[in-house]
């Protein structure tokens, strides 16, 4: 288990850039994929983006690939997500997670995932 904390959420207008990053304690970080998530009022929650346990490998929901980046500093055990061009859908909060194995790809759940962080919010106005 990994203890995670976002930030970098906030309120931006459409085609404007927000990064937010995520905090993980706890020395087993680098063994993990991480994965970003997020949740609209009333939907489910949604898987975003994943990184390898060693930024090899990434990957994406189809409606932000192009736009969005996820990247992680193991030296610093942090993980982010760059995201730009952002559209009124975006809005959600977002929330980071850590995954039960050291590889995840765009069919992860959130059941994939051992450990949350406690979500940033993010507003895009039209």
């Known amino acids: 288990q990994v203890q995670l904390v976002e930030s970098g959420g906030g309120l931006v207008q459409a085609g404007g850039s927000l990064r937010l990053s995520c905090a993980a304690s706890?020395?087993?970080?680098?063994?993990?994929?991480m994965g970003w998530f997020r949740q609209a009022p009333g939907k489910e929650r949604e898987f975003v983006a994943c990184i390898s346990w060693n930024g090899g490998s990434t990957d994406y929901v189809d409606s932000v690939k192009g736009r969005f980046t996820i990247s992680r500093d193991n030296a610093k055990n942090t993980v982010y997500l760059q995201m730009n061009s952002l559209k009124p859908e975006d809005t959600a909060v977002y929330y980071c997670?850590?995954?039960?194995?050291?590889?995840?790809?765009?069919?992860?759940?959130?059941?994939?995932?051992?450990?949350w962080g406690q979500g940033t919010q993010v507003t895009v106005s039209s």
């Open positions: 997670a850590a995954a039960h194995s050291p590889i995840a790809t765009n069919a992860a759940r959130p059941a994939d995932f051992h450990s």
């Open positions: 706890g020395r087993t970080f680098s063994w993990y994929a």
